[in-house]
């Protein structure tokens, strides 16, 4: 197991962690900058940033400081009720692998979508069957043209919470299988991205991660689940603030293989995104030493 | 498939369900009164709520009217951090077997516990592994008395958003894991309870509801998982008002022989317990008859 506790070379930050700085709206050219003065080698963007600041400067600005994307957040919400918001969902997905693939990021994520018009809070259905199997024609309809260019998808399996509105495929079993069916051969192509907040629950969670292997571990994230949780979305902890031994998972990550980076992704409404971000910056650096 | 769209003769009523009325605490006593005045013919209590009206006096309440118990609520918790606390659970598990007895309950239900301190917010370790290990243990040192004393013992699986406070058994597969580990012959003491809330989101649910078959489904529970959902213990929904395809899941469980009540068991500080208890039995008794 790599040793975290010299240096922080292994750290990513998922720039949704400093979405807010004090409350306010921080775009992302500020987030990149405060992430290269710490010499953080690693970011992993959400496409609205990436959108609201123009892809060109982002793609600049990441090279001007040889930033590397331990992904891109993301793809996904395959799921919809009629044939022509299937078709979006694809067009929409096909840009964002081309997106990723203009900032060199390891992966494309994918949070495939739950019921069509959860997320809107206006469910169109309860047939939970139906949109996993949209998923699975939609990322295999993707991964044509993924693969085309080189982007790996990384399937995130969401914890159960989300299945509704967010991501109808919960478990890293349940995600591999997706794997095995559409990408037999272990080409690198398909994969997974391990959030323990997503994960550390789940019972077979060791034995799946070590099914996965390095193929298809594309991507791992960091937090906490906080005790107790006072938002379903909006309330993840720092890493050492709540109950996931987050080592423990990397461990198991790292003994399948994964080398690549540990990426703190942390909404929080009420804690982190009401501090300044430099010092939000300052405990990952010090909670990815220690802690994860 | 049974029909239920004539009568409510499979009707059970879980009384955390009528907790509150109008915002304001209910006696057990009006809760069963107000039950047998629609001719429901089951209902299931929480202990707290026996104890509050006293066992003696709510056992010749539950006589006189006829009622029949679809289970008790609940027994469990089963994890500590001393050989004292272990004990402790223990022996108030015994005790609950024993109320179970005396009401003539169909199941004892379990909520195994999480990690210890977690519920009362206050986490003392994060080993999940540990904590799972004490619930097999502790269900294997009650069962010697349940079995006894003829009252079986019903696992629930809680949804994983409950795993570091309220329970670390968090699917039916893994439920059922352990009743195959304890009770082997599937004698009849050891099965599990079926909540539609904690497991709609499986994708391993239909399997697993199969695999359990009649000797290990002892009760089933029916709510709504609500979209968006704003708290989450205390935001449940009334079947029919969620996106849970409730009756399918009663098919699978009917399919696998399962033929007692089907119970309701909603917590909603915002909405049901806001409203007077005969307005919500009588919607109780309706989306029974058109949405179970």
Redesign the interface.
Known sequence: MRDFSQDHRWLSINTATLRKSRGVELPLPQIIEACARRGIPAISPWRDQVHAAGLADISKLVKLHGLELSGYCRGGMFPASTLEGLRAAHDDNRRAVDEARELNARCLVLVVGG?PG?LA?K?EG???ALA?AQVRDGIAKLLEHSRSVGMPLAIEPL???Y???RA?V??ME?ALDLCDELDPSRSGALGVACDVYHV????KLQSQIARAGRERLLAFHVCD?L???TD?LLDRGMMGD????VRRIRSWVEDAGFDGYSEVEIFSERDWWQREHGEVLDVCVERHRSVV
Do not use: E, F, S, Y
């Open positions: 019921l959860a809070g469910p309860k047939d939970i996993r914890h159960p919470m299945a509704a509105d109808c919960n478990t349940q550390w629950w789940d019972p689940w005790v107790p949780t379903l709540g109950i996931i031994d």
